[in-house]
């Protein structure tokens, strides 16, 4: 069975710090990961996929297959990045298994 | 990318009624999903609507109780049966991005409340 698990439900940091939201996962399979993220009052929307290889909103994930790990990573953190992120994986039938969930909080 | 609207975007309902939730997409798709976010939880699939074909329920989920239907490429429907207070929650629907394999997209949600 695949799972997700993001093991900080809440992160908090000061604006201009290094962001970490970390990511594990367990399939048999071949994944493919996403990071998901949902800002307040907001519907969610698909952050980033592991295959593009993205920086998106100067967020970058690398798929670390040895650790089973999807981190979400970005050097510094912004006001405007205070949101609810999900980390998600999929197989080859489309479905969707979300982690928990990591409220990141960004100070001022 | 697509565009999903959702109706109701809430409702507060008795103990014992149902709801039917629709979800609308700007295009044509041929896979939506329905999902459920119970209070402080994360997302979970409920089943995936296909047009022209049984809705696919995942574990923990019947037919009975979460009626799908699928009439047409646009649209779909959820039918929350028989609601206890267990089913408060909010439930979002998906669809797959035709041109980007695996990527979905969300309405915005219906957040449901059961007295």
């Known amino acids: 069975a695949q799972r997700v698990t993001q093991p900080e439900k809440l992160l908090s940091v000061f604006k201009g710090a290094p962001v970490e939201l970390k990511c594990n996962y367990s399939?048999?399979?071949?994944?493919?990961l996403f990071w998901y993220v949902q800002y307040s009052r907001q519907r969610l929307q698909l952050l980033l996929r592991?295959?593009s290889r993205e920086s998106i909103k100067g967020f970058t994930a690398d798929l670390n297959k040895g650790e089973t790990s999807f981190h979400l990573k970005k050097p510094f953190a912004q006001e405007e990045d205070s949101a609810m992120y999900y980390c998600?994986?999929?197989?080859?039938?489309?479905?969707?298994?979300f982690g928990g969930g990591t409220r990141l909080m960004v100070k001022p | 990318s697509a565009v999903i609207s959702q109706k109701p975007s809430r409702d507060i309902c008795q103990r014992g009624t149902s709801l039917t939730i629709q979800c609308q997409v700007d295009?044509?798709?041929?896979?939506m999903f329905w999902y459920r976010q119970q209070p402080g939880q994360s997302l979970t699939l409920i089943a995936t609507a296909n047009q022209g074909s049984e809705a696919t329920y995942e574990s923990g989920f019947v037919i009975d109780k979460f009626p799908i239907s699928r009439p047409n490429l646009t649209f779909s429907t959820l039918t929350v049966s028989n609601m206890s207070p267990e089913d408060s929650s909010i439930y979002l629907c998906s669809v797959e991005d035709p041109s980007r394999p695996y990527e979905q997209y969300f309405g915005p949600g219906t957040r449901l409340t059961v007295t």
């Open positions: 295009s044509q798709v041929t896979m």
């Open positions: 592991h295959i």
């Open positions: 399939y048999s399979g071949s994944p493919e």
């Open positions: 998600a994986l999929t197989n080859a039938g489309n479905m969707l298994t």
